[in-house]
């Protein structure tokens, strides 16, 4: 009998999907489009058990919709551009761009053994010119659009690196790879006017049915919608021209609870004050040191720098209000300045009781609650509470209500507007680094900021450049900043800073409807392809990738780049879980963990009990050797008592990480089991929302079950085509449940639940008896519907019992509703409440023939010995019941 060997099948049918062009994505008006996208990968070098897991989901949904009738776009690219290519030219030398492709080629022949539908031809590189070149004209039709301008704006600095910093570079208030604390600078920038969107961009979130649930609550927080109250405070004695500072707040209920006043130490009236006095200067330095991330500003000690200048209660302008510069306050949220209310903000709280000012309660729980607080009383908005100190004659009212009565309250006694504002920022896209798409402008004395023309595109980044010191090489290039302009033609220099690398994958998806395009798109492929059917990643994404390739996708209708229908280029989005596997670390001599890979560790099993050991160590004790069984003839046990301290640690369950060395090689896997292995496991074993755990037993039980797949086939094959059998009727009624059930699986990403139908149906045809032909049509339909997650081992099954052409382009098969009907159903009998039989009979079977039947029971009759029933109950399709 022939035995399953993945490493030659998959081989083999791998080269016959490529020699028929099968995944070739071209437009057909005869079939109705169906585009599956995943997130694409940054070009590392090593694939992993994410990558595995994440691209076998987009490639089941292809295959199925290939059966399905579909004509499929499945593409593949590389989001190539950013940081970690330079950080390895200036540590191992070399260029970001060598590092780079040969980064794509080594991951690209570590994903081809997957057997992914994938259509190459249309593979995208975004630090390939012929993609950043149609970048930059994108760039240069926003910016005539009005939907990019330059302006000067507070970023985070490193001082180390020199380079803007985005907030998710910043960890723990330094820079992610310098490790430098981060300080605030004003630079001019590059923005995309995403804010002017906001409103749509938060609306339409509702429209997308097909988006999970957390993904929009998330995107709609960012985006951070909320009403509030726009007013000033007058000043007393306050430099000139700062005679009001304006404050927009959207807790006007708590205007009667305000004891200060802050501003930004990027505040105009802060600027103003510390080109005078050396003090202001200083503390306003140090508060720039801070970064400006959410998480730096709240982690940070709450630092205040008292001004002198007053400012007047608008509702009492007898009271007086002291004006800080303080470090928690940033200039680009509302008008830079706040009022502290710190009976009701932790943050103003903690400030208010370091610089001994006023705690006054706006609102308590009760009536007979103390006003006097130990820490801020911040309840939900949506709580009722009493308001000693509130706009409204009903003093029990919640947030909402209390803001809303505040707000007209201020109105009506001309002390402010009521106005709607957004948490979303405008998108700073300058980077000040090399491995990046140049932005295409030049800086002319005379013409200013002059656009590239189009017929100069691209914009292309030297080669020549090193990294020997920190800082952009583009800076220190000596001729690539050197140009003529565009509008004059006299010398000018080219702008220096890149685009931010969101933007290169904000617009991926429109450019694989045509990637060799020469301009951004072909509008009538993009009309055929778009949207998205399915898009599928991690949920790490579902804020600042999502939302800007929302916005991309308005943009590029705006400037006619995107047809109409566009403006969500998603339908459908799924966030997958991580795939997991336990962490295996011992210590130093300092006690400083020491991490080691899956397969550097034994486990050790002793009476129950498990250890996991260093196979270093058991080999230099004699009782490991390569290729072999840990040996257990001297008695496993003093593998406890001989070198105890060599146990290893196991932290469960944590995601796949390098540093921590907790990886598995997908190329390990696919050596030893096959990639439909590896396929069938990360799709078998939890619901693909959920993080799997990754265990060697469980790619062992995957592959031991397609091998059992393998060998019903090869029965079959081999039995006698004349030969009667037994049971074909339900063999291919359960056929036909299973064709149902794994269609509705894979049709709402219940791969899990698919798989686990398959298995039942496996066990099913393992024990029929029924003839050859029930049996063949069941194992060409059984290979059919495992096609999606194990095209190799189907495609090898569907040869081998003669199946017409190969099994990627066979039709989806279809439930025949007559078989899912139970023509007789199953009834157990209890007895005085214990079951004691069960009987088939009839599916419309009337009760009173049923009654019959069940009397008729040998395990009946033996009860009732002779006597008759007290009561009989059927219930139909359900439970006979005799009371004896």
Not at 328 to 349: K, N, S, V, W
Request: with cysteine.
């Amino acid at each position: 009998m022939p035995r399953y060997t993945p490493a030659e099948i998959e081989t083999r049918w791998q080269q016959a999907w490529e020699k028929d062009g099968v995944f070739q994505a071209t437009r057909n008006a005869d079939k109705p489009k169906y585009y599956v996208l995943e997130m694409f990968p940054y070009p590392s070098g090593r694939i992993h058990m994410g990558h595995v897991r994440n691209y076998t989901m987009g490639d089941v949904i292809a295959r199925y919709k290939i059966a399905t009738g579909h004509n499929v776009l499945h593409p593949m690219g590389w989001d190539a551009f950013g940081m970690p290519a330079e950080n390895a030219a200036m540590a191992i030398g070399g260029h970001p761009a060598d590092w780079t492709y040969a980064n794509i080629a080594e991951m690209k022949k570590q994903m081809k053994p997957l057997g992914l539908s994938i259509d190459w031809s249309r593979e995208i590189a975004t630090c390939h010119p012929g993609y950043y070149g149609q970048q930059q004209a994108l760039f240069l039709d926003f910016l005539k659009e009005g939907l990019v301008y330059r302006k000067n704006a507070v970023v985070n600095w490193d001082p180390v690196d020199m380079t803007v910093l985005a907030n998710e570079q910043v960890e723990n208030g330094c820079g992610w790879r310098s490790g430098a604390p981060v300080e605030r600078r004003e630079l001019t920038q590059w923005f995309f006017k995403i804010s002017d969107h906001s409103e749509e961009l938060l609306s339409a979130l509702d429209s997308l049915d097909n988006w999970p649930a957390k993904v929009k609550l998330m995107q709609a927080n960012w985006i951070g919608k909320s009403r509030g109250l726009q007013f000033a405070f007058s000043t007393i004695e306050a430099p000139e021209g700062f005679d009001r500072i304006e404050v927009y707040t959207t807790r006007p209920d708590t205007l009667l609870g305000a004891s200060f006043v802050g501003i930004s130490p990027d505040h105009p009236l802060a600027k103003t004050l510390e080109r005078d006095d050396e003090a202001v200067a200083a503390f306003c330095a140090e508060c720039r040191k801070g970064g400006t991330t959410e998480e730096a500003i709240e982690t940070a000690e709450k630092l205040g720098y008292d001004t002198g200048i007053r400012v007047r209660h608008p509702f009492d302008t007898a009271a007086e209000l002291p004006v800080y510069i303080a470090n928690f306050i940033l200039m680009d949220y509302g008008t830079g300045a706040i009022f502290g209310c710190p009976g009701h903000d932790q943050r103003d709280f903690d400030f208010a009781t370091k610089y001994d000012l006023p705690i006054i309660s706006t609102f308590l729980p009760s009536e007979d609650a103390s006003p006097k607080l130990s820490e801020a009383y911040v309840p939900q908005k949506s709580e009722k509470v009493f308001y000693n100190r509130g706009f409204a004659g009903d003093q029990w009212q919640t947030g909402e209500e209390a803001v809303d009565a505040a707000i007209a309250f201020c109105e009506d006694n001309g002390i402010g507007q009521g106005v709607t504002k957004f948490r979303l920022r405008d998108w700073g896209l300058s980077r000040q680094r090399y491995w990046g798409c140049p932005i295409p402008v030049v800086h002319c004395d005379d013409c200013g900021v002059v656009p590239e023309k189009k017929e100069n595109l691209p914009v292309e980044l030297p080669y020549d450049v090193t990294f020997d010191t920190p800082g952009n090489p583009l800076d220190r290039h000596p001729t690539w900043r050197n140009c003529a302009c565009p509008a004059c033609g006299k010398d000018a220099l080219r702008e220096t800073d890149t685009m931010d690398t969101f933007v290169d994958s904000s617009w991926y998806y429109a450019r694989f409807t045509a990637p060799r395009a020469d301009t951004p798109t072909d509008l009538e492929e993009a009309a055929y392809w778009m949207n998205v059917d399915q898009y599928i990643g991690g949920i790490e994404h579902a804020i600042l990738h999502l939302l800007y390739a929302r916005f991309f996708a308005r943009a590029m209708q705006i400037t006619g780049h995107l047809p109409e229908g566009a403006a969500e280029p998603f339908d459908a989005l799924f966030t997958q879980g991580m795939v997991t596997h336990e962490i295996y670390q011992t210590r130093d001599g300092n006690g400083r963990p020491i991490y080691h890979l899956p397969e550097e560790v034994e486990k050790l099993t002793f009476q129950d009990k498990s250890v996991y050991v260093l196979k270093s160590k058991l080999t230099e004790e004699g009782y490991f050797k390569e290729g072999q069984e840990p040996s257990f003839r001297n008695s496993i046990a003093k593998a406890y008592t001989s070198f105890p301290h060599h146990a290893v640690e196991v932290i469960p369950s944590a995601k796949m990480s390098k540093s921590k060395k907790n990886v598995v090689d997908p190329l390990h896997i696919i050596s030893n089991y096959g990639a439909d292995t590896a396929r069938w496991f990360v799709l078998s074993d939890s619901p693909p929302e959920r993080d799997v755990e990754w265990t060697a037993s469980g790619a062992e039980a995957s592959y031991k079950h397609l091998s059992r797949v393998w060998n019903i086939c090869d029965r079959v094959g081999e039995m006698d085509r004349e030969a009667a059998g037994q049971g074909d009727e339900d063999l291919l009624r359960a056929m036909h449940k299973t064709i149902h059930d794994v269609t509705m699986g894979v049709e709402s990403f219940g791969f899990n639940a698919a798989i686990a139908k398959l298995y039942a149906f496996t066990a099913t045809l393992q024990k029929s008896k029924a003839g050859y032909a029930a049996q063949r049509e069941a194992i060409m339909t059984l290979a059919q519907l495992m096609s999606p997650m194990t095209p190799h081992l189907s495609e090898d099954i569907w040869a081998h019992l003669g199946g017409e052409g190969l099994i990627v382009n066979a039709p989806w098969p279809k439930a025949d509703e007559a078989m899912l009907v139970d023509d007789t159903v199953t009834l157990p009998i209890q007895i005085n409440g214990k079951r004691r039989a069960e009987i088939q009979v009839p599916a419309d079977m009337p009760k009173e023939e049923v009654e019959k039947v069940a009397l008729a029971h040998e395990a009946v009759i033996r009860t009732l010995d002779g006597a008759s029933p007290k009561k009989v109950i059927v219930v139909p399709g359900r439970i006979v019941n005799v009371v004896a």
